[in-house]
Protein backbone atom coordinates (compact mmCIF):
# COMPACT_ATOMS: atom_id res chain seq x y z
CA UNK A 1 0.00 0.00 0.00
CA UNK A 2 2.87 2.18 0.94
CA UNK A 3 4.76 1.57 -2.04
CA UNK A 4 1.82 2.46 -4.13
CA UNK A 5 1.51 5.66 -2.70
CA UNK A 6 5.36 6.24 -3.34
CA UNK A 7 5.05 5.15 -6.76
CA UNK A 8 1.95 7.54 -7.56
CA UNK A 9 4.36 10.20 -5.61
CA UNK A 10 6.66 9.44 -7.98
CA UNK A 11 4.74 9.37 -10.72
CA UNK A 12 3.12 13.03 -9.86
CA UNK A 13 6.78 14.31 -9.78
CA UNK A 14 7.31 12.71 -13.52
CA UNK A 15 4.93 14.65 -14.75
CA UNK A 16 5.69 18.14 -13.21
CA UNK A 17 9.51 17.83 -14.11
CA UNK A 18 10.44 17.67 -10.45
CA UNK A 19 13.54 15.82 -9.34
CA UNK A 20 12.92 15.61 -5.25
CA UNK A 21 9.99 15.96 -3.24
CA UNK A 22 9.69 17.33 0.17
CA UNK A 23 7.14 16.33 2.58
CA UNK A 24 7.46 17.80 5.88
CA UNK A 25 5.18 17.01 9.04
CA UNK A 26 4.24 20.44 9.26
CA UNK A 27 0.92 22.20 8.22
CA UNK A 28 0.61 25.57 7.50
CA UNK A 29 1.12 27.18 10.36
CA UNK A 30 4.43 25.39 11.39
CA UNK A 31 2.65 23.46 14.22
CA UNK A 32 4.27 20.39 15.98
CA UNK A 33 1.01 18.66 15.70
CA UNK A 34 -1.27 19.33 12.61
CA UNK A 35 -4.51 18.42 11.92
CA UNK A 36 -5.34 15.14 9.69
CA UNK A 37 -5.69 16.80 6.57
CA UNK A 38 -2.19 17.72 6.82
CA UNK A 39 -0.70 14.65 7.29
CA UNK A 40 1.10 14.33 4.17
CA UNK A 41 3.93 12.70 5.46
CA UNK A 42 2.31 10.03 7.66
CA UNK A 43 -0.07 8.97 4.68
CA UNK A 44 3.44 8.29 2.60
CA UNK A 45 5.89 6.78 4.91
CA UNK A 46 3.40 5.29 7.91
CA UNK A 47 5.82 7.23 10.38
CA UNK A 48 3.45 8.56 13.07
CA UNK A 49 6.09 11.13 15.27
CA UNK A 50 5.11 14.34 15.64
CA UNK A 51 8.81 15.34 14.25
CA UNK A 52 9.97 14.20 10.74
CA UNK A 53 10.85 14.91 6.91
CA UNK A 54 10.46 12.88 4.03
CA UNK A 55 12.30 13.39 1.12
CA UNK A 56 11.96 11.37 -2.47
CA UNK A 57 13.37 10.94 -5.63
CA UNK A 58 12.68 8.76 -8.61
CA UNK A 59 14.85 5.86 -6.96
CA UNK A 60 15.20 6.50 -3.47
CA UNK A 61 13.40 8.32 -0.36
CA UNK A 62 14.67 9.13 3.27
CA UNK A 63 12.63 10.34 6.49
CA UNK A 64 14.75 12.71 8.82
CA UNK A 65 13.86 12.67 12.60
CA UNK A 66 15.39 12.94 15.96
CA UNK A 67 16.28 10.51 18.83
CA UNK A 68 12.86 10.54 20.37
CA UNK A 69 11.78 8.23 17.69
CA UNK A 70 14.54 6.87 16.51
CA UNK A 71 13.17 3.40 17.61
CA UNK A 72 10.04 4.18 16.37
CA UNK A 73 11.35 5.22 12.87
CA UNK A 74 12.52 1.72 12.56
CA UNK A 75 9.94 0.21 13.00
CA UNK A 76 7.17 2.05 11.54
CA UNK A 77 9.80 2.63 8.43
CA UNK A 78 10.05 -1.18 8.08
CA UNK A 79 9.58 -3.01 4.46
CA UNK A 80 8.42 1.02 2.73
CA UNK A 81 12.07 0.99 1.13
CA UNK A 82 12.79 4.45 2.87
CA UNK A 83 16.03 4.90 4.42
CA UNK A 84 15.88 6.48 8.10
CA UNK A 85 18.17 9.20 8.95
CA UNK A 86 19.12 9.43 12.70
CA UNK A 87 19.49 13.34 12.94
CA UNK A 88 22.43 14.39 14.89
CA UNK A 89 24.43 11.09 14.84
CA UNK A 90 27.91 11.04 13.68
CA UNK A 91 27.83 10.30 10.11
CA UNK A 92 24.78 11.13 9.38
CA UNK A 93 24.43 13.93 6.58
CA UNK A 94 21.48 16.88 7.20
CA UNK A 95 18.75 16.84 5.31
CA UNK A 96 20.05 19.94 3.20
CA UNK A 97 23.29 18.07 2.82
CA UNK A 98 21.68 14.83 1.03
CA UNK A 99 19.04 17.10 -0.74
CA UNK A 100 22.38 18.97 -2.16
CA UNK A 101 23.79 15.61 -2.91
CA UNK A 102 21.01 13.76 -4.50
CA UNK A 103 19.40 17.11 -6.47
CA UNK A 104 20.75 16.92 -10.38
CA UNK A 105 22.16 19.75 -12.61
CA UNK A 106 19.54 22.01 -13.10
CA UNK A 107 17.22 19.58 -10.75
CA UNK A 108 13.65 20.97 -9.62
CA UNK A 109 12.79 20.45 -6.11
CA UNK A 110 9.03 20.28 -5.35
CA UNK A 111 7.16 20.61 -1.96
CA UNK A 112 4.26 22.34 -0.76
CA UNK A 113 4.75 26.35 -0.31
CA UNK A 114 2.22 26.32 2.73
CA UNK A 115 3.95 24.00 4.70
CA UNK A 116 7.66 24.97 4.46
CA UNK A 117 8.79 27.91 6.55
CA UNK A 118 10.24 30.70 4.49
CA UNK A 119 13.81 30.43 6.30
CA UNK A 120 13.65 26.56 5.00
CA UNK A 121 12.15 27.70 2.16
CA UNK A 122 15.21 30.55 1.66
CA UNK A 123 17.87 27.46 1.73
CA UNK A 124 16.23 25.52 -0.52
CA UNK A 125 16.26 27.71 -3.38
CA UNK A 126 19.78 28.57 -2.67
CA UNK A 127 20.61 24.73 -3.10
CA UNK A 128 18.87 24.70 -6.06
CA UNK A 129 19.83 27.77 -7.56
CA UNK A 130 23.60 26.34 -7.04
CA UNK A 131 22.76 23.23 -8.93
CA UNK A 132 21.44 25.73 -11.77
CA UNK A 133 17.74 24.60 -10.77
CA UNK A 134 14.64 25.69 -9.43
CA UNK A 135 11.61 25.31 -7.05
CA UNK A 136 8.11 23.83 -8.01
CA UNK A 137 5.69 24.96 -5.06
CA UNK A 138 2.63 22.48 -5.50
CA UNK A 139 1.34 20.48 -3.05
CA UNK A 140 2.32 17.00 -4.96
CA UNK A 141 1.03 14.64 -2.31
CA UNK A 142 -2.41 16.06 -1.90
CA UNK A 143 -2.90 15.63 -5.39
CA UNK A 144 -2.46 11.83 -5.21
CA UNK A 145 -4.23 11.30 -1.75
CA UNK A 146 -7.40 9.58 -2.02
CA UNK A 147 -9.71 9.84 0.65
CA UNK A 148 -8.15 12.82 2.27
CA UNK A 149 -9.44 14.46 5.73
CA UNK A 150 -11.46 17.64 5.15
CA UNK A 151 -10.12 20.87 6.50
CA UNK A 152 -11.28 20.91 10.19
CA UNK A 153 -13.67 23.53 11.66
CA UNK A 154 -14.46 22.86 14.98
CA UNK A 155 -16.48 25.28 17.15
CA UNK A 156 -14.59 28.15 19.42
CA UNK A 157 -14.59 28.86 22.95
CA UNK A 158 -14.12 32.08 24.25
CA UNK A 159 -12.16 32.23 27.52
CA UNK A 160 -13.14 34.82 30.72
CA UNK A 161 -10.97 37.28 32.21
CA UNK A 162 -10.80 35.45 35.37
CA UNK A 163 -8.56 32.22 33.43
CA UNK A 164 -6.81 34.70 31.05
CA UNK A 165 -5.98 37.80 33.26
CA UNK A 166 -5.79 39.63 30.27
CA UNK A 167 -7.91 41.36 27.61
CA UNK A 168 -7.15 40.26 23.95
CA UNK A 169 -7.55 44.56 23.53
CA UNK A 170 -4.51 44.71 26.24
CA UNK A 171 -2.56 41.57 24.15
CA UNK A 172 -2.82 43.51 20.69
CA UNK A 173 -1.89 46.95 22.17
CA UNK A 174 1.17 45.10 23.56
CA UNK A 175 2.37 43.89 20.32
CA UNK A 176 1.53 47.05 18.61
CA UNK A 177 3.72 48.63 21.19
CA UNK A 178 6.38 45.96 20.07
CA UNK A 179 5.43 46.49 16.45
CA UNK A 180 6.44 49.96 17.06
CA UNK A 181 9.80 49.06 18.56
CA UNK A 182 10.45 47.11 15.59
CA UNK A 183 9.67 49.95 13.02
CA UNK A 184 6.86 48.07 11.74
CA UNK A 185 3.12 48.94 10.87
CA UNK A 186 1.66 45.52 10.28
CA UNK A 187 2.25 42.64 11.97
CA UNK A 188 1.55 38.67 10.49
CA UNK A 189 0.78 36.02 13.07
CA UNK A 190 0.43 32.65 11.68
CA UNK A 191 1.24 30.20 14.98
CA UNK A 192 -1.90 28.63 15.69
CA UNK A 193 -0.92 28.88 19.72
CA UNK A 194 -0.31 32.61 19.31
CA UNK A 195 -3.34 33.15 17.19
CA UNK A 196 -5.67 31.74 20.64
CA UNK A 197 -3.54 33.30 23.15
CA UNK A 198 -3.93 36.46 21.61
CA UNK A 199 -7.48 36.76 21.05
CA UNK A 200 -8.64 34.81 24.43
CA UNK A 201 -10.01 31.48 22.10
CA UNK A 202 -9.68 28.24 22.21
CA UNK A 203 -11.02 25.58 19.50
CA UNK A 204 -10.36 21.86 18.99
CA UNK A 205 -8.97 21.80 15.36
CA UNK A 206 -5.84 19.42 16.48
CA UNK A 207 -6.48 16.52 19.04
CA UNK A 208 -5.00 17.72 22.34
CA UNK A 209 -3.98 21.32 21.40
CA UNK A 210 -7.00 24.07 22.13
CA UNK A 211 -6.42 25.47 18.84
CA UNK A 212 -8.20 26.34 15.54
CA UNK A 213 -6.89 27.00 12.02
CA UNK A 214 -6.67 31.05 11.36
CA UNK A 215 -4.16 33.44 10.69
CA UNK A 216 -4.28 36.72 12.26
CA UNK A 217 -3.00 40.68 10.58
CA UNK A 218 -2.45 42.83 13.31
CA UNK A 219 -2.39 46.53 11.96
CA UNK A 220 -2.09 49.71 13.95
CA UNK A 221 -5.32 50.06 14.53
CA UNK A 222 -7.24 47.42 13.13
CA UNK A 223 -6.61 43.49 12.60
CA UNK A 224 -7.64 41.02 10.29
CA UNK A 225 -8.73 37.51 10.92
CA UNK A 226 -8.90 34.23 8.64
CA UNK A 227 -11.28 32.13 10.22
CA UNK A 228 -12.75 28.39 8.95
CA UNK A 229 -16.34 29.67 10.73
CA UNK A 230 -15.81 33.32 10.07
CA UNK A 231 -19.28 33.93 11.68
CA UNK A 232 -17.92 32.91 14.92
CA UNK A 233 -17.60 35.63 17.15
CA UNK A 234 -17.81 37.85 14.48
CA UNK A 235 -19.85 40.62 16.21
CA UNK A 236 -17.83 40.44 19.88
CA UNK A 237 -14.19 40.72 17.19
CA UNK A 238 -15.59 42.96 15.03
CA UNK A 239 -16.56 45.72 17.63
CA UNK A 240 -12.64 45.53 19.28
CA UNK A 241 -11.42 46.29 15.19
CA UNK A 242 -10.86 42.95 14.52
CA UNK A 243 -12.24 41.76 10.31
CA UNK A 244 -13.65 38.38 10.33
CA UNK A 245 -12.51 36.92 7.28
CA UNK A 246 -12.53 33.13 5.57
CA UNK A 247 -9.53 31.01 6.17
CA UNK A 248 -9.50 30.53 2.54
CA UNK A 249 -9.05 33.88 1.57
CA UNK A 250 -5.92 34.45 3.08
CA UNK A 251 -3.07 34.49 0.69
CA UNK A 252 -5.47 36.29 -1.77
CA UNK A 253 -5.95 38.96 0.70
CA UNK A 254 -1.93 39.15 1.99
CA UNK A 255 -0.96 41.22 -0.49
CA UNK A 256 -3.11 44.18 -0.67
CA UNK A 257 -2.80 44.59 3.12
CA UNK A 258 0.89 44.25 2.67
CA UNK A 259 1.33 47.17 0.14
CA UNK A 260 3.50 49.79 0.98
CA UNK A 261 3.40 48.93 4.38
CA UNK A 262 6.65 47.54 6.97
CA UNK A 263 5.25 44.22 7.91
CA UNK A 264 6.99 42.31 11.07
CA UNK A 265 6.91 38.74 10.76
CA UNK A 266 9.23 35.54 11.88
CA UNK A 267 10.72 33.30 9.14
CA UNK A 268 11.04 30.36 10.98
CA UNK A 269 6.87 30.43 11.06
CA UNK A 270 5.97 32.23 8.03
CA UNK A 271 5.49 29.93 5.03
CA UNK A 272 7.07 29.88 2.12
CA UNK A 273 3.97 30.50 0.33
CA UNK A 274 2.98 33.23 2.61
CA UNK A 275 6.12 35.20 2.18
CA UNK A 276 6.01 35.55 -1.65
CA UNK A 277 2.94 36.95 -0.95
CA UNK A 278 4.67 40.01 1.17
CA UNK A 279 6.49 40.95 -2.23
CA UNK A 280 4.46 44.29 -2.40
CA UNK A 281 5.35 45.59 1.26
CA UNK A 282 7.54 48.71 1.59
CA UNK A 283 10.05 46.33 4.09
CA UNK A 284 9.96 43.33 5.50
CA UNK A 285 11.26 42.47 8.64
CA UNK A 286 12.27 39.36 10.24
CA UNK A 287 12.14 39.06 13.86
CA UNK A 288 10.62 36.46 16.43
CA UNK A 289 6.79 36.76 16.78
CA UNK A 290 6.50 39.13 19.94
CA UNK A 291 3.89 37.15 21.70
CA UNK A 292 6.24 34.51 21.47
CA UNK A 293 7.78 36.14 25.10
CA UNK A 294 4.72 37.40 26.31
CA UNK A 295 2.42 34.45 26.28
CA UNK A 296 5.79 32.23 27.29
CA UNK A 297 5.56 34.43 30.82
CA UNK A 298 2.36 33.86 32.61
CA UNK A 299 0.47 36.78 34.47
CA UNK A 300 -0.91 36.25 37.97
CA UNK A 301 -4.03 34.69 36.89
CA UNK A 302 -2.40 32.17 34.81
CA UNK A 303 -0.07 30.84 37.47
CA UNK A 304 -3.00 30.61 39.79
CA UNK A 305 -5.03 28.83 36.84
CA UNK A 306 -1.94 26.21 36.04
CA UNK A 307 -1.18 25.55 40.38
CA UNK A 308 -5.07 24.49 40.37
CA UNK A 309 -5.05 22.18 36.96
CA UNK A 310 -2.14 20.63 38.68
CA UNK A 311 -3.74 20.01 41.78
CA UNK A 312 -6.53 18.35 39.95
CA UNK A 313 -3.90 16.50 38.16
CA UNK A 314 -2.50 15.34 41.05
CA UNK A 315 -5.93 14.02 42.13
CA UNK A 316 -6.40 11.76 39.33
CA UNK A 317 -2.06 10.91 39.72
CA UNK A 318 -2.67 9.42 43.09
CA UNK A 319 -5.65 7.71 42.18
CA UNK A 320 -4.54 5.77 39.21
CA UNK A 321 -1.19 5.03 41.06
CA UNK A 322 -2.95 4.05 43.82
CA UNK A 323 -5.24 1.49 41.33
CA UNK A 324 -1.96 0.17 39.55
CA UNK A 325 -0.39 -0.59 42.57
CA UNK A 326 -3.25 -2.92 43.98
CA UNK A 327 -4.68 -3.95 40.51
CA UNK A 328 -1.42 -5.50 38.76
CA UNK A 329 -1.12 -8.72 38.78
CA UNK A 330 -4.62 -9.31 39.84
CA UNK A 331 -6.52 -8.58 36.89
CA UNK A 332 -5.53 -8.46 33.52
CA UNK A 333 -4.24 -5.26 32.50
CA UNK A 334 -2.43 -3.72 29.40
CA UNK A 335 -0.65 -0.56 28.41
CA UNK A 336 -3.95 0.65 26.62
CA UNK A 337 -6.00 -0.30 29.52
CA UNK A 338 -4.08 1.48 32.40
CA UNK A 339 -3.76 4.44 29.67
CA UNK A 340 -7.91 4.01 29.36
CA UNK A 341 -7.61 4.43 33.41
CA UNK A 342 -5.82 7.11 33.97
CA UNK A 343 -7.77 8.77 31.39
CA UNK A 344 -11.11 7.90 33.47
CA UNK A 345 -10.15 9.36 36.85
CA UNK A 346 -8.93 12.63 34.56
CA UNK A 347 -12.20 12.75 33.45
CA UNK A 348 -13.77 12.84 36.94
CA UNK A 349 -12.10 15.97 37.68
CA UNK A 350 -13.98 19.65 37.16
CA UNK A 351 -12.88 21.66 34.35
CA UNK A 352 -11.03 18.48 32.66
CA UNK A 353 -11.13 19.21 28.41
CA UNK A 354 -8.89 16.52 26.73
CA UNK A 355 -5.78 14.67 26.88
CA UNK A 356 -2.58 17.57 26.36
CA UNK A 357 -0.84 14.90 24.34
CA UNK A 358 -1.61 11.09 23.70
CA UNK A 359 -0.74 9.47 26.49
CA UNK A 360 3.07 7.24 26.58
CA UNK A 361 2.16 3.98 28.38
CA UNK A 362 5.10 1.65 28.22
CA UNK A 363 6.12 -1.34 29.86
CA UNK A 364 9.24 -2.88 29.89
CA UNK A 365 11.24 -2.46 26.60
CA UNK A 366 8.42 -0.03 24.86
CA UNK A 367 9.88 2.39 27.59
CA UNK A 368 13.28 2.86 25.53
CA UNK A 369 11.34 4.28 22.48
CA UNK A 370 11.35 7.78 24.03
CA UNK A 371 7.76 8.59 22.55
CA UNK A 372 6.38 5.11 22.58
CA UNK A 373 2.57 5.36 22.23
CA UNK A 374 1.03 1.71 22.36
CA UNK A 375 -1.16 0.81 19.91
CA UNK A 376 -3.84 -2.48 19.49
CA UNK A 377 -1.06 -4.33 17.44
CA UNK A 378 1.88 -3.37 20.51
CA UNK A 379 -0.28 -3.16 23.47
CA UNK A 380 1.15 -4.82 25.91
CA UNK A 381 0.55 -6.82 29.02
CA UNK A 382 1.64 -5.51 32.37
CA UNK A 383 2.80 -8.07 34.73
CA UNK A 384 4.12 -7.94 38.24
CA UNK A 385 7.98 -7.19 37.63
CA UNK A 386 10.07 -4.43 35.98
CA UNK A 387 9.34 -0.85 34.99
CA UNK A 388 6.30 0.74 33.53
CA UNK A 389 6.62 4.35 31.72
CA UNK A 390 3.41 6.86 31.82
CA UNK A 391 4.30 10.13 30.20
CA UNK A 392 0.69 11.73 30.21
CA UNK A 393 -0.69 15.27 30.66
CA UNK A 394 -4.11 17.10 30.65
CA UNK A 395 -5.77 20.25 29.12
CA UNK A 396 -8.19 21.93 31.81
CA UNK A 397 -9.75 25.49 31.50
CA UNK A 398 -7.68 26.84 33.76
CA UNK A 399 -4.30 25.02 32.60
CA UNK A 400 -2.08 22.79 30.89
CA UNK A 401 -0.22 19.82 32.62
CA UNK A 402 2.46 17.41 31.73
CA UNK A 403 3.91 14.52 34.22
CA UNK A 404 5.95 11.58 33.83
CA UNK A 405 6.26 8.61 36.41
CA UNK A 406 8.08 5.48 36.23
CA UNK A 407 6.62 2.88 38.34
CA UNK A 408 8.10 -0.30 40.08
CA UNK A 409 5.37 -3.26 39.42
CA UNK A 410 7.26 -5.55 40.85
CA UNK A 411 10.94 -6.33 41.33
CA UNK A 412 14.07 -5.00 40.09
CA UNK A 413 17.66 -5.28 39.43
CA UNK A 414 20.07 -3.36 40.98
CA UNK A 415 20.87 -1.39 37.44
CA UNK A 416 17.37 -0.96 37.47
CA UNK A 417 17.45 0.88 40.58
CA UNK A 418 21.03 2.39 40.10
CA UNK A 419 19.31 4.11 36.77
CA UNK A 420 16.18 5.42 38.41
CA UNK A 421 18.33 6.89 41.31
CA UNK A 422 20.18 9.07 38.79
CA UNK A 423 17.24 10.29 36.88
CA UNK A 424 15.34 10.80 39.97
CA UNK A 425 18.21 13.19 41.27
CA UNK A 426 18.81 14.84 38.28
CA UNK A 427 15.58 15.52 38.49
CA UNK A 428 15.47 17.08 42.23
CA UNK A 429 18.72 19.18 41.66
CA UNK A 430 17.33 21.20 38.40
CA UNK A 431 14.04 21.67 40.41
CA UNK A 432 15.98 22.89 42.86
CA UNK A 433 18.37 25.23 41.52
CA UNK A 434 18.68 28.69 42.32
CA UNK A 435 20.40 30.93 39.89
CA UNK A 436 21.46 34.60 38.68
CA UNK A 437 18.72 36.73 36.73
CA UNK A 438 20.01 36.28 32.79
CA UNK A 439 20.68 33.02 32.72
CA UNK A 440 19.40 30.32 29.87
CA UNK A 441 18.49 26.78 30.02
CA UNK A 442 21.46 25.95 28.90
CA UNK A 443 23.48 27.12 32.10
CA UNK A 444 21.10 25.08 33.82
CA UNK A 445 21.07 21.54 32.08
CA UNK A 446 23.79 19.83 33.19
CA UNK A 447 22.26 19.63 37.04
CA UNK A 448 19.74 17.08 35.12
CA UNK A 449 22.28 14.98 33.55
CA UNK A 450 25.22 14.96 35.87
CA UNK A 451 24.86 11.80 37.59
CA UNK A 452 23.90 10.23 33.95
CA UNK A 453 27.36 11.75 32.85
CA UNK A 454 29.23 10.61 35.62
CA UNK A 455 27.77 6.57 34.75
CA UNK A 456 28.24 7.51 30.81
CA UNK A 457 24.86 7.87 30.21
CA UNK A 458 22.82 10.26 28.28
CA UNK A 459 19.35 10.79 26.70
CA UNK A 460 18.49 11.78 23.15
CA UNK A 461 15.99 14.83 24.16
CA UNK A 462 15.88 18.27 25.62
CA UNK A 463 15.60 18.01 29.37
CA UNK A 464 12.69 20.96 29.17
CA UNK A 465 10.28 22.53 27.13
CA UNK A 466 7.90 25.50 27.65
CA UNK A 467 4.35 24.72 28.24
CA UNK A 468 1.14 26.64 27.87
CA UNK A 469 -1.95 27.51 29.97
CA UNK A 470 -4.90 26.12 28.25
CA UNK A 471 -2.48 25.88 25.07
CA UNK A 472 -0.10 23.30 23.77
CA UNK A 473 1.81 21.61 25.73
CA UNK A 474 4.98 22.17 23.75
CA UNK A 475 5.48 26.13 23.66
CA UNK A 476 8.30 28.21 22.98
CA UNK A 477 9.97 30.73 24.82
CA UNK A 478 12.04 29.25 28.49
CA UNK A 479 13.86 25.27 27.96
CA UNK A 480 16.55 23.30 29.68
CA UNK A 481 18.62 21.74 26.90
CA UNK A 482 22.95 21.50 26.53
CA UNK A 483 22.42 21.07 22.88
CA UNK A 484 20.70 25.00 22.12
CA UNK A 485 21.64 27.86 19.88
CA UNK A 486 22.78 30.42 21.87
CA UNK A 487 19.84 33.25 21.00
CA UNK A 488 17.85 31.05 23.23
CA UNK A 489 15.33 32.66 25.35
CA UNK A 490 16.68 33.99 28.63
CA UNK A 491 14.83 32.46 32.23
CA UNK A 492 12.10 35.01 33.06
CA UNK A 493 9.65 34.85 36.42
CA UNK A 494 6.00 33.04 35.29
CA UNK A 495 8.02 30.95 32.56
CA UNK A 496 6.70 27.15 33.04
CA UNK A 497 9.07 24.64 31.97
CA UNK A 498 9.05 20.67 32.21
CA UNK A 499 11.67 18.82 33.93
CA UNK A 500 12.25 15.19 32.65
CA UNK A 501 15.69 13.96 32.43
CA UNK A 502 15.88 9.98 31.46
CA UNK A 503 17.37 6.67 30.77
CA UNK A 504 16.76 4.63 27.65
CA UNK A 505 17.77 1.32 26.68
CA UNK A 506 16.90 -0.25 24.08
CA UNK A 507 15.15 -4.11 24.34
CA UNK A 508 15.69 -3.27 28.07
CA UNK A 509 13.64 -0.83 29.60
CA UNK A 510 13.17 2.92 29.88
CA UNK A 511 12.95 5.80 32.89
CA UNK A 512 11.60 9.29 33.01
CA UNK A 513 10.56 11.47 36.20
CA UNK A 514 8.73 14.37 34.69
CA UNK A 515 7.90 17.41 36.86
CA UNK A 516 6.52 21.24 35.61
CA UNK A 517 8.35 23.83 37.35
CA UNK A 518 7.40 27.39 37.50
CA UNK A 519 10.03 30.21 37.41
CA UNK A 520 10.07 32.67 40.18
CA UNK A 521 11.68 35.60 42.01
CA UNK A 522 13.94 34.00 44.77
CA UNK A 523 15.97 37.29 46.27
CA UNK A 524 17.91 40.57 45.31
CA UNK A 525 21.07 41.50 46.90
CA UNK A 526 24.10 42.84 46.41
CA UNK A 527 25.26 40.04 43.99
CA UNK A 528 22.10 41.31 41.61
CA UNK A 529 18.49 39.69 41.39
CA UNK A 530 18.28 35.28 41.85
CA UNK A 531 15.61 33.31 40.55
CA UNK A 532 14.43 29.48 41.35
CA UNK A 533 11.98 27.10 40.75
CA UNK A 534 9.03 25.81 42.25
CA UNK A 535 7.62 22.48 41.45
CA UNK A 536 3.99 22.74 40.00
CA UNK A 537 3.50 18.82 39.41
CA UNK A 538 1.35 17.28 42.20
CA UNK A 539 2.57 13.35 42.25
CA UNK A 540 4.77 11.12 44.57
CA UNK A 541 7.60 9.27 43.01
CA UNK A 542 8.08 5.24 43.44
CA UNK A 543 10.12 5.04 46.52
CA UNK A 544 10.15 1.10 45.91
CA UNK A 545 12.35 1.93 42.85
CA UNK A 546 14.90 4.27 44.90
CA UNK A 547 18.78 2.63 45.39
CA UNK A 548 18.97 4.82 49.29
CA UNK A 549 22.24 4.41 49.40
CA UNK A 550 23.42 6.78 45.78
CA UNK A 551 21.04 9.34 47.80
CA UNK A 552 23.43 12.30 49.52
CA UNK A 553 21.39 13.73 52.55
CA UNK A 554 20.89 16.90 50.26
CA UNK A 555 18.82 14.52 47.68
CA UNK A 556 16.61 12.56 50.30
CA UNK A 557 15.85 16.38 51.56
CA UNK A 558 15.19 17.75 48.59
CA UNK A 559 12.21 14.43 48.20
CA UNK A 560 11.44 15.02 51.51
CA UNK A 561 9.97 18.41 50.75
CA UNK A 562 8.49 17.45 47.52
CA UNK A 563 6.39 14.49 48.90
CA UNK A 564 5.32 16.79 51.99
CA UNK A 565 3.67 19.47 49.11
CA UNK A 566 2.43 16.63 47.55
CA UNK A 567 0.54 15.06 50.58
CA UNK A 568 -0.59 18.64 52.47
CA UNK A 569 -1.74 19.88 48.96
CA UNK A 570 -4.03 16.61 47.53
CA UNK A 571 -5.15 14.79 50.98
CA UNK A 572 -7.85 16.87 51.72
CA UNK A 573 -9.35 15.58 48.49
CA UNK A 574 -8.89 12.39 48.72
CA UNK A 575 -11.13 9.25 50.09
CA UNK A 576 -10.09 6.40 51.20
CA UNK A 577 -8.09 4.23 51.35
CA UNK A 578 -6.05 6.70 48.92
CA UNK A 579 -5.24 9.48 51.41
CA UNK A 580 -4.06 6.68 53.62
CA UNK A 581 -1.70 5.21 50.92
CA UNK A 582 -0.52 8.93 49.88
CA UNK A 583 0.55 8.73 53.17
CA UNK A 584 2.53 6.11 53.24
CA UNK A 585 4.13 6.74 50.07
CA UNK A 586 5.16 9.96 50.77
CA UNK A 587 6.64 9.62 54.19
CA UNK A 588 9.85 11.12 54.84
CA UNK A 589 12.97 8.69 54.64
CA UNK A 590 16.04 9.59 57.22
CA UNK A 591 19.45 10.97 56.26
Known sequence: MLGRELERLRAAMKEEGADLCLVPSSDDHGSEYPAPYFEARRFLSNFTGSAGTLAVSADWAGLWTDGRYFLQAERQLAGTGITLYRMGEPGVPSLTEELAARLPE??????????????????????????????????????????????PAEPLRELPLSCTGESRISKIFRIREAMKEAGADLHVVTALDEIAWILNLRGNDVACNPVFLSNLVIGEEEAWLFLMRPEAFREALEAEGIHVLSYEGFYEALPGLCRGRRVLFDSGKLSEQAYRCLKPAASRIDRPDPAVLMKAVKNGTEIQGMKKA???????????????????????????????????????????????????????????????????????????????????????????????????????????????????????????????????????DYLAREHLWAMGLDYRHGTGHGVGCFLNVHEEGGSFRWRTPPESEILRPGMVIS?????????????????????????????????????????????????????????????????????EELSPYLEEPERTWLYETTRPEAW
Open 499 to 567: DEPGVYLPGRYGIRTENLVLCKEAEENEYGRFLEFEFLTLAPIDKTAILWEDMRKEDIQRLNAYHSRVR
Open 106 to 151: KGRLAFDGRVVSHRLGAELERLAVRKGGGLLLKDLPGEIWEGRPAL
Open 310 to 444: HRKDGIALVKFLYWLKNHVGKEPLTELSAAARLEEFRREQEGYIEPSFTTVAAYGPNGAVIHYMPEPETDTPLREEGFFLVDSGGQYLEGTTDVTRTVALGPLTLAQKKHFTAVLKGMLALGSARFPEGCRGVNL
